[in-house]
T-cell receptor, first 114, second 109 residues
Framework: IAGITQAPTSQILAAGRRMTLRCTQDMRHNAMYWYRQDLGLGLRLIHY???????GKGEVPDGYSVSRANTDDFPLTLASAVPSQTSVYFC?????????????FGPGTRLTVL | GQNIDQPTEMTATEGAIVQINCTYQTSGFNGLFWYQQHAGEAPTFLSYNVLDGLEEKGRFSSFLSRSKGYSYLLLKELQMKDSASYLC??????????WGAGTKLIIKP
């Protein structure tokens, strides 16, 4: 069982380019999340999905979009990348959106926008 | 606004005990989580507190006081592999996790 996988592991991207970060989980979790982690700041929620077919905005959604066509996949798209989107991106999942259910994290994607 | 505060960095000696504090101000409270994150890796779950008191799990314990908006993570018998960042996160009234910036723990021999 792989848990959560993310691709690519790292990427250098020119500003203005479109980029999709992939996230797949095999735990049949209902909820999935995208976070960014920047030095000196806590993890910040970009978008989330409580169940397949639904998505919601987190704390920092601008410049990002997501889709949740099925339970397993939750891609994050940067329509036109900007240098401020340079960050480490973590995908996470949990069995349910709230309560005691732990969020499990993927290995992360390190994105550099030049 | 919502705020989670924890020290930026702490240093401790192998075999000793260290306490990492976390204070929070959030819109609602549905539990407090501690995660461990080694450099270059993903955060991994350590503990969850929703009621006041101490939760013990092996060498790690976590304490919560909801009235004071305060938690701590206690690590005993420190090992070199405990060198990592420790993240405090609170689940708010919307069931979203609000994260602190993390405490980098350095263990010295």
């Amino acid at each position: 069982i792989a848990g959560i996988t993310q691709a690519p592991t790292s990427q250098i991207l020119a500003a203005g380019r479109r980029m999709t970060l992939r996230c797949t989980q095999d735990m049949r979790h209902n909820a999935m999340y995208w976070y960014r982690q920047d030095l000196g700041l806590g993890l910040r929620l970009i978008h989330y999905s409580n169940t397949a077919g639904t998505t919601g905005k987190g704390e920092v959604p601008d410049g990002y979009s997501v889709s949740r066509a099925n339970t397993d996949d939750f891609p994050l798209t940067l329509a036109s990348a900007v240098p401020s989107q340079t960050s480490v991106y973590f995908c996470a999942s949990s069995d349910s959106p709230g309560g005691t259910d732990t969020q499990y994290f993927g290995p992360g994607t390190r994105l550099t926008v030049l | 606004g919502q705020n989670i505060d924890q020290p930026t960095e702490m240093t401790a000696t192998e075999g000793a005990i260290v306490q990492i504090n976390c204070t929070y101000q959030t819109s609602g409270f549905n539990g407090l989580f501690w995660y461990q994150q080694h450099a270059g890796e993903a955060p991994t779950f350590l503990s969850y507190n929703v009621l006041d008191g101490l939760e013990e799990k092996g060498r790690f314990s976590s304490f919560l006081s909801r009235s004071k908006g305060y938690s701590y993570l206690l690590l005993k018998e420190l090992q070199m592999k405990d060198s990592a960042s420790y993240l405090c996160a609170v689940m708010d009234s919307n069931y979203q996790l609000i994260w602190g910036a993390g405490t980098k723990l350095i263990i010295k021999p």
